[in-house]
T-cell receptor, first 111, second 114 residues
């Protein structure tokens, strides 16, 4: 039972382009939505996060858009760079600390 | 800050053998999580502890899996007996335990069961 859905599974973007990854959830008990970035051979690391009372959060080239009524959220990476090539996981968390991850998106940014 | 430390980095064992994975969380963190990562199933939460007490072990796949946290600075995940389908990367993560505090992951243990 997949509580957090994520698409696409893989994404290839040209350098300087915009990378967009979409996620959806069902459980309305989720109240925090982090994104994690994972490089090969490493564990995931927190990239950016948003609460459902906010529709957008921006940190540098990374922006989360959140649509509470549709139970959807997305990550936009502006001016994508080869160094952004990694696997990205959206996640959802309840107030008691349990973090559920989406299946992940493998992003490749080509020069 | 040493981060979360996992050992070993790689483990190759034969089916039926006991496997023990180890984790040292970040000092001062009071929540600890064990995740398993595979291509087919992604990142699955196996179990998590708060203040050394198991809070939710609903993700532990079978009785062959067990986890302990004898003190705030050490946790183990044991598989006995191991099976080829247990092959995966196992991650340990810790957090400060406050609401919505970020997970800090170790670099994982890649387990191969032949």
């Amino acid at each position: 039972q997949q509580q957090v859905k994520q698409s696409p599974q893989s994404l290839i973007v040209q350098k300087g382009g915009i990378s967009i990854i979409n996620c959806a959830y069902e459980n309305t008990a989720f109240d925090y939505f982090p994104w994690y970035q994972q490089f090969p051979g490493k564990g995931p690391a927190l990239l950016i996060a948003i609460r459902p009372d906010v529709s957008e959060k921006k940190e540098g080239r990374f922006t989360i858009s959140f649509n509470k009524s549709a139970k959807q959220f997305s990550l936009h990476i502006m001016d994508s760079q080869p160094g952004d090539s990694a696997t990205y996981f959206c996640a959802a968390e309840t107030s008691y600390d349990k973090v559920i991850f989406g299946p992940g998106t493998s992003l490749s940014v080509i020069p | 800050d040493a981060g979360v430390i996992q050992s070993p980095r790689h483990e190759v064992t034969e089916m039926g053998q006991e496997v023990t994975l180890r984790c040292k969380p970040i000092s001062g963190h009071n929540s600890l999580f064990w995740y398993r990562q595979t291509m087919m199933r992604g990142l699955e939460l196996l179990i998590y502890f708060n203040n050394n007490v198991p809070i939710d072990d609903s993700g532990m796949p079978e009785d062959r899996f067990s986890a302990k946290m004898p003190n705030a600075s050490f946790s183990t995940l044991k598989i006995q007996p191991s099976e080829p389908r247990d092959s995966a990367v196992y991650f340990c993560a810790s957090s400060s335990g406050g609401r919505n505090s970020p997970l800090h992951f170790g670099n994982g243990t890649r387990l191969t069961v032949t």
